[in-house]
């Protein structure tokens, strides 16, 4: 490799680095800023505390890869909230920390949603089971 | 080199890999430890590092994404696919970053520059392993793939980098002193060796399947 291209490497990787390292921490300190703090979901854009919705729903207990899991049945949840068209919208789950998944209604009828605020699906990847939900938006098609 | 010993090399790296995902992976996670962040920046910059410098060979660390990737899709515990499809990515993407260096390391003759190539290596291989699981899990399962999603959550990604960057801006020169050592390891020796380990480690990790 020529003499020139290793000082060029030398000059430009640690300055990669560092700007990656910047662009990490920067993303850390926005993430923590715009955590959201608070022991409510919004459903379609109400607020219900987790006592409310489980005053509300059925529990029902799933099995999953991980096990049995109990919570609310998101099927009936959505139905006792007078959803507009249950079954015809998607839902997008968000957590705390702003992580998101969006599911259809084929996926979420199948879901719970647990006392310590997580949705969980049978059969589904994991990258779905959101934890810390603070809203449950619907979008209608 | 010798074809045999390569693949061999290539498996015993992979389910070293692969098992430290599934195994230790589950310590670190039961633990509440960032289990991620801590099997990229360190186990899995550590075998991917330890195969370039002893074996040479472009390509290798491919192959082993794809012997770890399949034997974590036979770890009980979390995500099997999405974890599965972060490691085979890690494995391309870590080939990608260092494809155009040489073998021997001599572009890295400074502490700076190694721990650099570290920092790199950690943040690139760990962000883009998230990434490609969030676009390619939801289509091989089928459940949609939708791009807002991964908008909102790219600043998460990209602080999540920040941890492996660390832990391999450590491991990288660390493991470069390593390759002063002459670890030659005769045939005779190396085959029943590589083979042993090898398949140690997918019997514990399979027969945990099968027991869970």
Redesign the interface.
């Known amino acids: 490799m020529p003499a020139t291209m290793i000082l060029g490497k030398e000059k430009i990787i640690p300055i990669i680095a560092i700007s990656l390292l910047l662009v990490g921490t920067s993303s850390a300190i926005y993430v923590n800023e715009t955590k959201i703090d608070k022991e409510t979901i919004a459903i379609n854009g109400i607020e219900y505390t987790v006592d409310q919705i489980f005053a509300i729903g059925t529990i029902k207990t799933i099995t999953t890869d991980d096990g049995e899991k109990t919570g609310i049945a998101l099927d009936e949840l959505m139905y006792k909230l007078n959803i507009n068209c249950p079954d015809c919208s998607s839902y997008t789950i968000k957590g705390s920390d702003n992580y998101q998944q969006t599911v259809d209604w084929d996926i979420l009828k199948t879901g719970i949603l647990t006392d310590y605020r997580k949705v969980f699906f049978p059969d589904t990847a994991h990258y779905l089971w959101v934890k810390n939900i603070v809203e449950i938006e619907v979008n209608n098609k | 080199m010798n074809k045999t010993r390569l693949i061999l090399g290539i498996f015993i790296f992979g389910s070293l890999w692969g098992f430290s995902e599934c195994v230790i992976g589950n310590f670190f996670s039961d633990a509440g430890l960032p289990t991620a962040e801590l099997m990229v920046g360190f186990f899995a910059i550590t075998f991917l590092l330890l195969s370039r410098i002893y074996f040479h060979q472009p390509g290798m660390q491919i192959g082993m994404g794809l012997v770890a990737g399949t034997l974590r899709l036979f770890n ?7 974890s599965a499809v972060a490691i085979v990515a890690e494995g391309a993407i870590f080939e990608l970053i260092w494809y155009k260096f ?1 073998f021997d390391f ?2 890295l003759k ?1 502490l ?2 190694q ?3 570290g ?2 290596s950690g ?2 291989v760990f962000i883009s392993g998230y990434i490609i ?2 676009v390619l ?2 289509i091989i ?1 089928g ?2 793939f ?1 791009i ?2 991964l908008i ?2 790219m ?2 990604i ?5 941890v492996p ?2 832990i391999a ?1 450590f491991v990288v020169p660390t493991l470069l002193l390593a390759r002063k050592l002459d670890l030659t390891i005769k045939d005779r020796i190396y085959y029943p060796t590589t083979i042993g380990i090898s398949a140690l480690c997918w019997l514990i990790v399979v027969g945990n399947w099968l027991l869970a």
């Open positions: 009980p515990m979390g995500c099997h696919l999405c040489s001599r572009e400074t700076t520059m721990a650099s190539m920092v790199i943040y690139l699981t969030q899990t939801p399962a459940t949609g939708f807002e999603n909102f959550i600043p998460n990209l602080a999540g980098g920040v960057a660390l801006g």
